[in-house]
């Protein structure tokens, strides 16, 4: 089971943290995707067990992504910008390959 909590409204240049609980099976990475109205879904940042995260180029320097040893993923969000306003998603993928979603927490960036 994938549960996001964390999303709300923020203006520009605000800062905004989500948090995905993750429970069941053996969990081998998370991430975090998002999705604005009319454009694709896109990864924004994951990250393995191993601690190794990647980032979309778009949140680099800006977004933080981690991970505590109860399988709760964060993502801190830093001078966010219209831009990032999206629904975003958690997931986990288990050892076995299989994929989880959460059902998504809306961040507003606006003014």
């Known amino acids: 089971q994938v549960v996001e909590s964390g999303g709300g409204l923020v203006q520009p240049g605000e800062s905004l943290r989500l948090s995905c609980k993750v429970t069941g099976g053996i969990i081998e990475t998370m991430a975090w995707h998002r999705q604005a109205p009319g454009k694709q879904r896109e990864l924004v940042a994951g990250?393995?067990?191993?601690?190794?995260p990647i980032y979309a180029d778009s949140v680099k320097g800006r977004f933080t992504i981690s991970t505590d040893a109860e399988n709760t993923l964060y993502l801190q969000m830093n001078s966010l910008k219209p831009e990032d306003a999206a629904v975003y998603y958690c997931?986990?993928?288990?050892?076995?390959?299989?994929?989880?979603w959460g059902q998504g927490t809306q961040v507003t960036v606006s003014s």
């Open positions: 997931t986990a993928t288990d050892s076995g390959n299989m994929d989880y």
């Open positions: 990250i393995t067990t191993a601690g190794s």
